[in-house]
């Protein structure tokens, strides 16, 4: 009989394999995480760290209660024919459960996002608040010698290195120069990152989905989780249809009486398997880690299972613009709050808008590839004035008193006197520009956009700026100098994945259950069918999905010893 090393292995260590990893640990697993890269964390600790979970108990001490039927009615309203019943009720049963379980027994601890709406605010169902949760800020110190295996947080959503957490803390930063309140939250917290930066050389006060990891981390650790990094796993074990365990690139085997987690992050760089799917991928910019490159999905092709390819979208997409840094090296930054501020417009080559620019971000992208015909360049612009960059910032672009020059030098950051000077320095149609940005103002004198109706759903008003009235959403664009910047598709990770059922475990091409073998992650295909429901749709589940793993590894027989 063979000797097994650990109750469980653990491919990957995001959300989903952390969740999964702690959850088995902390139900009396023997634990192994393997990473291919020197650092956890994957993707998920680049992210902004929320996490969709309708009926968490943080928020229903926040005062906001409801069961499983609204959030039910509104995926199904979204979702329409791309509807998993089994695998939506085992999401809404267990996303409760997981966020419950993690706050009593780990060092992971939560905010609730009490006001944060459902994207489609008209659909029925929807949410106005109550259905998110995002790790509590964390010190880094308690890591330990532990904190040189977190992976630092993306240098173009983070702030010189410092991570900023959406909600006070974000708005603290963006009124700084308005509020005496917000300018000395802001100078305390650059302040402790300045003397973090000198004694640790890195951030210390965490956030967002750098707090996540970290806080998964931290429990790992306090439960004797076996963590191995720079290991690359080249196929799976399995014995009679079972898998138990794993065998190295360097030819090591490692048994696993419980079975194997994949949670390898996905095939956002994925050269080949993005080709035959995504729609435009070479003008595509992933935000993923460049080790998403669907080591989980191949691992379990090798033994039947079958990649679910009949979503609605291969990935949650997401716009994005190209950062040139002065040292050379080349970034993606994602646009996920500008758009939805009042006094900015997306526009075409043409120089019309194609979209309500306030809408989700996946929607946006979706929007531009249906406006640009197949064999032009899927590329936007977002246009603003010389008062809206200042008060708000543009892409990687700060508001003030961050300097903007640098980035007009770099070429990221186009401008002109007059509209028509911007829109040839951008090679948009000059008249078109102008008439679509007189018709704009014309409507936000008014506090309207009769074209898309930007303002209209709690979700975009969140979006948008509360002292901005009648509309936070819509505001003119007409104090020179102005300003754009070049957006295209990109996306933060992939929706495809291996198909499974509401158990966590991956399914053959025939449907049935590959024994001993679970995924968690992007590696688990989207249980929401290919759509964007609300922020932290793709955390939500990791992270749920990773303690169903966990939970069902423990409960089940495993192979004998």
Known sequence: MARHDYDLLVIGSGAGGMAAAV????????????????????????SGGWIWAPGNPVCQ????????EGPRTYLQAVIGNHFDAEKVDAFLTAAPQMVAFFETRTALQFEPGAAIPDTYGHLPGAGTGGRSVIARPYDARALGAALKLLRPPLRETSFKGMTIQAGADLRAFMTMTRSWPSFMHATRRVLRHMRDMALHGRGMDLRNGNALIARLLRSALD???????????????ADGGRVTGVRLADGTEIRAAKGVVLATGGYGHDAARRAATFPRDAEHLSLAVPSATG???????????????????????CPVSRVRWPDGSEGVFPHIIDRGKPGIIGVLADGRRFCNEGLGYHDYV?????????????ISW???????IRRYGLGIVRPAPVPIGGWIRAGYLQTGKTIEELARACGIDPAGLAATVARWNEGARRGEDPEFHRGTTPYMRLQGDPEVQPNPNVA?????????????????????????????????????VIDGLYAAGTDNASVFGGFYPAGGINLGPAMTFGFVAGREAAQSRGAPN
Do not use: M
């Open 476 to 512: 003119p664009i007409d104090r020179g100098p102005f300003y754009a910047v070049k957006v295209v598709p990109g996306s933060f990770g992939t929706f495809s994945g291996l198909r499974t059922n509401g158990r966590a475990q991956v399914l053959r091409r025939d449907g049935t």
């Open 61 to 68: 001490r926040a005062g906001i209660v409801e069961g499983p």
């Open 366 to 378: 979706e929007e531009l590839l249906r406006a640009v015909p197949e064999g032009q360049p899927a």
């Open 382 to 388: 977002l246009v603003c004035d010389h008062r809206f």
């Open 223 to 237: 439960l004797g989780v076996d963590l191995r990094t720079g290991v690359t796993v080249f196929a799976l074990l």
């Open 23 to 46: 959850t088995a640990a902390a139900l009396g697993l023997r634990v192994c995480v393997l990473e291919k890269t020197d650092v956890l964390g994957g993707t998920t600790a680049w």
């Open 295 to 317: 080591d989980g999905l191949r691992l379990a092709e090798a033994l039947g299972a079958e990649v679910q390819a009949d979503l609605a979208r291969p990935a949650a997409f």
